[in-house]
């Protein structure tokens, strides 16, 4: 019988976790943006959800309280797409190694 983690099952456990590793540095480097009233405010966030840049038009620098409230849709707009890419992938992955959806 092989042990746990040499060869049958634990190797193949061993090559799902590496494939999962890789899985996660590849959604990392994936990029969105998301954007509200059109385009006065942008974020841009990568796949491990991190802001990477936000543009503000200067038009709404005078007014905080709608700069505020933009910002927060825009962020929250770049977050919903980077979870939805991030989603895309995994069923991709899970597909290309014959997994039903909704394992992970």
Do not use: C, H, W, Y
Request: cysteine-free; aromatic content about 2%; overall charge negative.
């Amino acid at each position: 019988m092989n042990d746990l983690f040499g060869g049958g099952m634990g190797g193949m456990l061993g090559g799902l976790q590496q494939q999962m590793q890789a899985f996660q540095a590849e959604a990392e480097r994936e990029e969105v943006e998301g954007s509200v009233a059109n385009g006065l405010v942008t974020v841009r966030m990568n796949g491990a959800q991190e802001v990477l840049g936000v543009r503000i038009d200067p038009k709404v620098m005078d007014d905080r309280e709608m700069l505020e409230d933009l910002l927060r849709a825009a962020i929250n707009d770049a977050s919903r797409r980077s979870k939805a890419v991030v989603a895309d992938k995994v069923a991709g992955m899970m597909s290309a190694m014959g997994l039903p959806p909704g394992l992970f």
